[in-house]
């Protein structure tokens, strides 16, 4: 997969070097009120997030991770 570019974002795949903010990001309740868990447990989360990656998610898809440009 490709990384994109915005005037003020920067998107690439998301990779398991990610796990730690995506753990943090995935415990706030307001982030995923909608969707289920794991999020409360480290090694089911790690799982999710491997599966997540590996996962094909469809054409036009993709799990991204998004920074801001300095």
């Known amino acids: 997969m490709h990384s994109f570019e915005t005037k003020r974002l920067w998107m690439r795949p998301r990779t398991m070097e990610d796990f730690d903010a995506c753990l943090a990001m995935d415990r706030d309740p307001e982030v995923t009120r909608f ?11 790690e799982a999710f997030l491997r599966e997540r990656i590996l996962t094909f998610p469809g054409d036009g898809l993709g799990y991204w991770s998004i920074f801001p440009k300095a």
């Not at 969707?35 to 989360?45: E, F, K, L």
């Open 35 to 45: 969707v289920p868990d794991p999020w409360n447990d480290r090694a089911d989360h």
